[in-house]
């Protein structure tokens, strides 16, 4: 069981590029959400997906897009990267059960110069 | 909307202090509490989860506490040690799609 596994582990990217980072989990969650963590921001919901398929807005979505064709899979898209972008980008998953905790992966870290 | 605070923002105790830190919610409608450890440049690891019906979980030196009336959930580590230095955050877990609100977290400096 390798949990909630991210790629690419760090990325740096020039302004305006465009970039996807995976995120796929082993555990049959229907619940997949991304966030980022900024410094003194704590981590904020990005978009999150509660089933295959679907997907719906977090707290920050703007800049971002996103795409969950296959259940174990969450992708995040960046069409055109922004400095303001630079983070630390955490994918998590969790079952469909009231109060249930999620299950995060280790994180993204990418810059855009 | 629901808001989580974290105080205070960073702490330095001496190794063998007992210590508790501390989390507000402003949405008393949670489902649970959660409290998370994250060392520098790594991911989230879970701690403590109390669910809304209980008022606290213990795991080794570490005890949750929630109030949900209050709006407040603390975090107490007893006999600290330097490998409890980390960053620590409390999320609340509320809505249809368990979201979590995390607050900024406490920086934790245990000295030897």
């Known amino acids: 069981n390798a949990g909630v596994t991210q790629t690419p582990k760090f990325r740096v990217l020039k302004t305006g590029q465009s970039m996807t980072l995976l995120c796929a989990q082993d555990m049959n969650h229907e619940y997949m959400y991304w966030y980022r963590q900024d410094p003194g921001m704590g981590l904020r919901l990005i978009h999150y997906s509660v089933g295959e398929g679907t997907t719906a807005k977090g707290e920050v979505p703007d800049g971002y897009n996103v795409s969950r064709l296959k259940k174990q899979n969450f992708l995040l898209g960046l069409e055109s990267a922004a400095p303001s972008q630079t983070s630390v980008y955490f994918c998590?998953?969790?079952?469909?059960?009231?109060?249930?905790?999620?299950?995060f992966g280790p994180g993204t870290r990418l810059l855009v110069l | 909307k629901q808001e989580v605070t974290q105080i205070p923002a960073a702490l330095s105790v001496p190794e063998g202090e007992n210590l508790v830190l501390n989390c507000s919610f402003t949405?008393?409608?949670?489902?649970?509490l959660q409290w998370f450890r994250q060392d520098p440049g790594k991911g989230l690891t879970s701690l403590l989860l109390?669910?809304?019906?209980?008022r606290e979980q213990t795991s080794g030196r570490l005890n949750a506490s929630l109030d949900k009336s209050s709006g407040r959930s603390t975090l107490y580590i007893a006999a600290s040690q330097p490998g409890d230095s980390a960053t620590y955050l409390c999320?609340?877990?509320?809505?249809?799609?368990?979201?979590?609100?995390f607050g900024t977290g406490t920086l934790l400096a245990v000295q030897p």
């Open positions: 999320a609340a877990i509320g809505g249809a799609t368990n979201k979590l609100i």
């Open positions: 109390i669910q809304s019906s209980q």
């Open positions: 949405d008393s409608a949670i489902y649970n």
């Open positions: 998590a998953s969790g079952h469909v059960v009231d109060g249930e905790t999620q299950y």
